[in-house]
């Protein structure tokens, strides 16, 4: 069945940089733009930024400074590497799945929850 | 501007029609996709594009759009539809998406 696996801790450190991957399972890679979308607490959804299986990349222009997504093609793995966290980027954060001409993201992942404590 | 504007907070009566709006200039460029996000829950899709229902959504559920405002109508309102919904569409740049900030919805 088709579903993404998200993994990563949810504790870090100020400054520290936040990562966090996303596994592919049940169907193609290929074709797809792969997101990550973030929520902090009692607030809106925020697009990221997102990568092809072919690794061409878009980024939100606000955190694109600090931001890097990559792919690892051979595991269908998807990866959000952000730097320097603070605890505004306190959030949940979701990885999906949108087709190369739409908008619409119809595949999520179970989302997972970071806070930035010291 | 890429902004989508949503009204934070509408109600509708059990069985009523209540219409979900989202504003901005990139809609009279793309189309607007729909979420439904119960609390504790990934958001769901229930509007694609132009009116297109993914499988397994209610067809109380209806979506529109004219120049820069797109909506998302239900009727025939149940409890079960009481979340947050939110808009996207693509960024005006074409690269990337952007969202709008949701509207709460409550089935009275």
């Known amino acids: 069945q088709m579903q993404l696996q998200q993994r990563g801790a949810g504790l870090w450190r100020p400054s520290e940089t936040l990562s966090l991957t996303c596994t592919v399972y049940g169907e193609a890679f290929s074709g797809y733009y792969w997101s990550w979308i973030r929520q902090p607490p009692g607030k809106g959804l925020e697009w990221i930024g997102e990568?092809?299986?072919?690794?061409?990349?878009n980024y939100n222009a606000s955190l694109k400074s600090r931001v890097n997504i990559s792919v690892e093609k051979s595991k269908s793995q998807f990866s959000l590497s952000l730097t320097s966290v603070t605890a505004a980027d306190s959030a949940v954060y979701y990885c999906a799945r949108r087709f190369y001409t739409s908008s619409s993201f119809d595949l999520w992942g179970q989302g997972t929850l970071v806070t930035v404590s010291s | 501007s890429s902004e989508l504007t949503q009204d934070p907070a509408v109600s509708v009566a059990l069985g009523q029609t209540v219409k979900i709006t989202c504003q901005g200039d990139?809609?009279?460029?793309?189309?607007a996709s729909w979420y439904q996000q119960k609390p504790g829950q990934a958001p769901v899709l229930v509007m694609a594009g132009k009116n297109i229902r993914p499988s397994g959504i209610p067809d109380r559920f209806s979506g529109s759009s004219s120049g820069s405002t797109a909506s998302l109508t239900i009727s025939g309102a149940q409890a079960e539809d009481e979340a947050d919904y939110y808009c996207n569409c693509r960024h005006s740049s074409g690269d990337g998406v952007v969202f709008g900030g949701g509207t709460k919805v409550t089935v009275l």
């Open positions: 990568v092809t299986h072919t690794g061409n990349t």
């Open positions: 990139s809609l009279r460029s793309y189309y």
